[in-house]
């Protein structure tokens, strides 16, 4: 029992491969589409991959400055840094002290002499100040509305805090890209993916109609839907794996075209280097999808093409 239907399987499958070389030319209209779904799948994959990381690389070196009146109490100080770190957004607090803030002042402006002169003329007007790290900036309300209280801005000299040098700027440009670029891949996704079934769709039902007498003979012969069935979806399910691999050969092409003969680290917000590194890493993972996505719009397409053709064909 088992031997015959592996038997009939790979009768099936062996048919399948048939129509798929017969059908060659209606075979490459259908891959062709597939393969643009499938490749703006990846690349939107990726390259949302990349600028996550990118964001990330940025966020972290960023922080909140809370900048504390000299009157400010020890108590009243540690109270602040203990309910800041309670806070769900917030990776870490620092504390600087006036003189430890100064002395990072001054580091940072190790160049300019006239800036430090006047610094210590003045007898250390920098103050006090706590640094907060968050995990998200698009979600600072939170940290917000704990500094802006009137108990907590008492205890600043600003009434809020500011973000260290101009990285919050570019982390809004790139999340906004990020967002676009997500948007698009959907709508990209979901329209050539509609595309690519619908000529999938006809391409079964065109092979259908040429080989109705084929399966005319078929059905008087006792042949099972299953099995006039299976070669139509094998076919289909070797358009999406084909077509996955090309898709995978592609953008692995661009990516080395782009680090290599065009020498370009970056390509506008997207970091060439790490997306390729990202491919590369998460290769297998991404073949598995791509030919898991590929075979799922060739079968339920073909399946559906079948279900609907093969008994008003076969009467």
Known sequence: MIKRRFRTLLRIIHAGMVNFLRNATLAIAAMAVMVVTLTIVLFSLVANATFTNTIAQITDKI?????????????????????????????????????????????????NASILTAATVAGNPIPATIRIKPYDLNKLSQIKDYLSTDTNKKLQTTGSPSYSGDRKKAIDNITHATNILREVGIIAVGVFAVISALIIFNTIQMAIFNRRDEIQIERLLGASTAFIRGPFVVESIIYGVLSAVISLLLINSIFVAASSALQASSLGLLDINYAHQYFNAHFLILLLLQVGVGILIGAASSIIATQRYLKFKTK
């Open 63 to 111: 922080d909140i400055s809370v900048f504390l009146n000299d009157d400010v109490t020890a108590v009243q100080k540690d109270k602040l840094l203990s309910d800041l770190k309670h806070l769900s957004n917030v990776k870490s607090v620092s504390y600087l002290s006036k003189e430890q803030a100064l002395a990072a002042y001054a580091a940072q402006n190790s160049a």
